[in-house]
């Protein structure tokens, strides 16, 4: 889509640090990352948010999860564990309009309250 940050790196007309690509989904490291590891993983499709999604992207949506599986795991984080956040709409913080998930992971210790 004309304009989305996400639909160039897709199209490989702006630079990103990509870990994973296929015809469906394409992962990469955030530009300004909130953990030791922060990995974007998105559709090549252009959907603004899970909300937009419909019937016939069913199969596409459980392929994003299960490579969200894949991704974390080359990452690294399988044993240690991750985060997975998805933001979908201006009253959750979303900052762009192409659906992805985020992938955190890499902190050393455990958080407190996790004794
Ligand atoms: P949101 O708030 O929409 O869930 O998060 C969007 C994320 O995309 C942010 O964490 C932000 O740092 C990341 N981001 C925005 N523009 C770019 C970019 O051009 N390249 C990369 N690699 N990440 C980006
Ligand atoms: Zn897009």
């Known amino acids: 889509m004309n304009g ?15 870990v994973y690509r296929d ?5 990469f490291r955030d ?9 974007l993983v998105i559709p090549v499709k252009h959907l603004e948010d899970l909300s937009k999604a ?3 992207d ?24 991750y985060k997975l956040i998805s933001n979908n709409g201006i009253g959750s913080g ?6 992805h998930f985020h992938i ?3 902190w050393q210790k455990k958080p407190e309250w996790q004794v």
Not at 31 to 39: L, M
């Open 4 to 18: 989305c940050v996400f639909c160039k790196i897709v199209k490989k007309e702006i630079p990103a640090k990509e």
């Open 23 to 27: 015809g469906e989904i394409v992962a």
């Open 31 to 39: 530009i300004n990352p909130k953990a030791p590891v922060h990995i």
């Open 54 to 56: 419909g019937p016939k």
């Open 58 to 81: 069913r199969e596409l949506l459980g392929k994003l999860l299960y490579s969200v599986k894949e991704i974390a795991a080359g990452a690294g984080l399988e044993k240690s564990g």
């Open 94 to 99: 979303q900052l762009v309009f192409h659906l």
């Open 104 to 106: 955190l992971g890499g």
